[in-house]
């Protein structure tokens, strides 16, 4: 019974392929043995995170593009994209030249695969679960056993120049220039060094790479920091630079802590933490507030704390501690009302028994006889007569008249009293007054 190999190669039982053993031979070398050993092949891909699937039959010595050695990948589209090979138990050797415009991931269906951009080539092998680097299977302790120059070594794609003859891979560091090719892994054991002379080295090891002159970078791309939270902080040194993950920020070493790097956002939380402490201190629990304009609540206007109308139809006037009037916060007292005034009005009856008192315009005092001459008229307490005659009337004498009328006469007092709605307000003006109270 007929059987293949990994790579498909006819095995012919015994006994079997009678009259044709020839062609199934010349299929197997022509093909089966010949495609994986020299043979290259044209393999269209897609960009775009398409998976480019090739084709693969086990049982099948006919030629198959997923057995070639070479696999020379065209076609367009940009971005990136997969590119799987069978997985074939015995394990299996490619050759990738990306000729494409895209950046081919070369995979197993279910495994990992190796990235070869656009333009590049790479030597990869297909270990029977992933696609790894070739170079993963050489032995020694680098990519190279053994490789010593005492001048120039030349190569495809590199000039390596060796200022005295030594090995690349062993534990004897060597010192020389490369100066074209490209690297897709350079590892050691110790310290690795690289540049034109130790001032301008850069220096690898495990952890940290020193850079002893200026860094620059050039594009359009960013830089990423490290990233970690609090807890996971290295022994700081002076112009450490990290991404902190507990607190959201960058933050720097400085020589005493660390401090977060500031930010747009963080800049105008601390100028209206300022301002807001500004307010705070001028305007204080019990502040009274005025505004001529709006009558809008201050909590509102200012920002903050809790405000109640105050003094709604008052004057503010200052403590007195030795006034019991107003010696107390909060007191109030005084009036707006007008102050009240009594009025009386009617009329007093003057009796018969009441003096009356005016002016006395003429007396005539009449004689009882017709005697002629002076009349002597005793006057009351008087020891001298009072004599009268036709014309005038001498001595000292008193008079005393007394009102018979029987009528009485009457008069009235009369008071008028004016009125004033603010007569008791001092000079003022109307504005709004609030009170902070929390």
Do not use: C
Not at 311 to 316: I, K, M, S, W
């Amino acid at each position: 019974m007929t059987t293949y190999s990994n790579l498909g190669i006819a095995l012919i039982g015994t006994g079997e392929e009678s009259g044709t053993w020839g062609t199934v031979t010349n299929t197997n070398l022509q093909y089966a043995l010949q495609e994986p050993i020299a043979n290259s092949v044209n393999v269209a891909v897609s960009g775009g995170g398409a998976t480019n699937t090739m084709t693969w039959n086990a049982s099948s010595n006919a030629s198959q593009p997923a057995r070639f050695l070479r696999l020379n990948l065209t076609g367009s589209g940009g971005g990136t994209g997969n590119l799987v090979v069978p997985t074939l138990s015995g394990g299996k050797n490619y050759i990738i030249n990306n000729a494409s415009n895209s950046a081919m991931t070369v995979k197993t269906a279910s495994g990992s695969g190796i990235l070869v951009p656009a333009g590049n080539s790479r030597s990869v092998y297909q270990d029977g679960t992933n696609v790894v680097l070739t170079s993963n299977y050489f032995t020694g302790t680098g990519d190279f056993g053994a490789l010593s120059a005492s001048g120039t070594v030349s190569g495809n794609g590199f000039v390596a120049r060796f200022a005295t003859p030594g090995p690349i891979g062993d534990g004897t560091p060597s010192t020389g220039a490369f100066t074209t090719g490209a690297f897709t892994t350079l590892t050691n054991t110790g310290n690795t060094t690289l540049g034109d002379a130790a001032g301008d080295s850069v220096i690898f090891n495990a952890s940290t790479a020193t850079i002893p002159n200026n860094l620059t970078l050039s594009g359009t791309g960013s830089i990423t920091l490290p990233v970690g939270t609090t807890a996971q902080r290295p022994t700081p040194a002076v112009g450490m630079l990290r991404y902190n993950s507990t607190l959201s920020t960058a933050e720097q070493y400085a020589g005493s802590a660390w401090t977060g790097i500031p930010t747009t956002a963080s800049i105008t939380a601390l100028i209206d933490a300022a301002v807001l402490a500004g307010k705070l201190a001028l305007y204080p629990v019990g502040t009274i507030y005025t505004q001529a304009g709006v009558s809008t609540n201050p909590s509102s206007l200012l920002g903050f704390g809790t405000w109640e109308a105050f003094g709604t139809g008052r004057v503010l006037v200052g403590l007195d501690a030795g006034n019991a009037l107003i010696d107390t916060l909060g007191e109030t007292g005084g009036s707006a009302n007008s102050p009240a005034v009594n009025t009386t009005t009617g009329s007093t009856a003057l009796t018969a028994a009441q003096t009356k008192q005016g002016n006395l315009s003429s007396v005539r005092l009449t004689q009882t006889s017709n005697s002629a001459g002076p009349v002597a008229i005793p006057a009351t307490g008087e020891s001298a007569a009072v004599n009268v005659d036709a014309n005038s009337v001498s001595g000292s004498f008193g008079l005393q008249f007394t009102n018979n009328s029987s009528t009485s006469d009457t008069h009235t007092h009369s008071v008028t009293n004016g009125t004033t709605t603010n007569a008791n307000y001092q000079p003022f003006i109307v504005v709004y007054m609030w009170k902070r109270t929390a």
